[in-house]
């Protein structure tokens, strides 16, 4: 399947991540969360674009609203992004400010409810939350004690939130009340091993499997519905971070990937580390769920 793996933006983003398709553009959005820096990649032309906004702290996550376009994940909160040019304006701060943390991966559920985590910028400490943000900016804190909080998606019938720590290489999932967003106590779907790398960026697809970047571990994993791991992608860079259906039928896996730390060893080995990636998994995907606020 490597051989199928192409490199559609070569780049060399320190953190590619958070990477989200528009219908609408027929294009893909992406961040360099520690340029930081957001990007819009058009297959149709192969134009990959960097957006003029300024960023004034590390980007974690973008996330598309149903009426006003995005909605940006910095370190510190929650911010709209200008018309053209020029710096965003706060949404909402979630009581960001404990030392040491800040937000990272986010996503929107079928309700149009946004559910954003937290990490331990060390990554030595679960000092990190999930939390839940309605349309009118109000949240609260759904779960804690994570020190890498990542990737995240929902269930076909929405009653089930996959959920990633990459600092205990564990996927967890709660049940989920759709209707209210209420969640049950966290269990464990999958632990990987060692050599797998740790859980980073999820998607689930048509079939009700979930896709998972592997940071560090040179791959992604499909997941059945019971935790066993249905099929491997080795990748050509070591450190896959988040992926994306896309396209025009949603049948394109977009896969985002970081080159910050690598020695230069490992650059050698993977030099294509910090480039977007994307394959035909033989499966679609489907739309990414829009924030109501």
């Known amino acids: 399947m490597t051989s199928l793996v192409a490199c559609v933006v070569p780049a060399q983003a320190a953190l590619g991540e958070s990477p989200v398709w528009s219908a609408a553009e027929q294009a893909l959005y992406w961040v360099d969360g520690t340029a930081p820096a ?9 134009s990959n674009a960097r957006l003029p906004w300024r960023l004034p702290s590390p980007v974690g996550c973008i996330v598309p609203r149903r009426e006003f376009g995005l909605l940006l994940g910095l370190g510190d909160g929650l911010y709209v992004p200008p ?35 937290s990490i331990h910028a060390a ?36 009653r089930t939130l996959y959920f990633a720590d990459s600092g205990t290489r564990t996927i967890f999932v709660y049940d989920v009340d759709p209707a209210t967003g209420a969640i049950g106590s966290r269990r464990v779907f999958a632990t990987l091993a ?35 791991i249905d099929r491997r992608i080795t990748m050509p860079v070591q450190r896959p971070t988040s992926l994306a259906f896309g396209g025009a039928d949603y049948r394109t896996l977009f896969v985002t990937s970081a080159r910050m730390d690598l020695t230069e060893s490992e650059l050698t080995r993977g030099p294509l580390a910090g480039s977007v990636f994307a394959f035909s ?12 606020g």
């Open 281 to 292: 998994p033989g499966v679609a995907g489907r739309a990414p769920f829009e924030f109501a």
């Open 123 to 158: 990554e030595t400490a679960p000092t990190g939350h999930l939390y839940q943000v309605v349309a009118d900016g109000s949240w609260r804190r759904a779960d804690s004690g994570f020190i890498c909080s990542n990737g995240l998606d929902w269930s076909l019938d929405d």
């Open 38 to 46: 957001v990007f819009r990649y058009t297959p149709g032309d192969g």
């Open 83 to 117: 018309a053209a040019s020029g710096s965003p304006s706060k949404f909402c701060d979630l009581g960001v400010g404990w030392p040491g943390n800040r937000l990272n991966d986010g996503k929107a559920d079928r309700a149009g409810r946004l559910w954003i985590g």
């Open 194 to 228: 060692g050599d797998d790398g740790a859980p980073d960026g999820l998607v689930l697809d048509e079939d009700g499997y979930l896709w998972c970047a592997c940071w560090d571990g040179w791959q992604i994993l499909r997941y059945a519905p019971d935790g066993r």
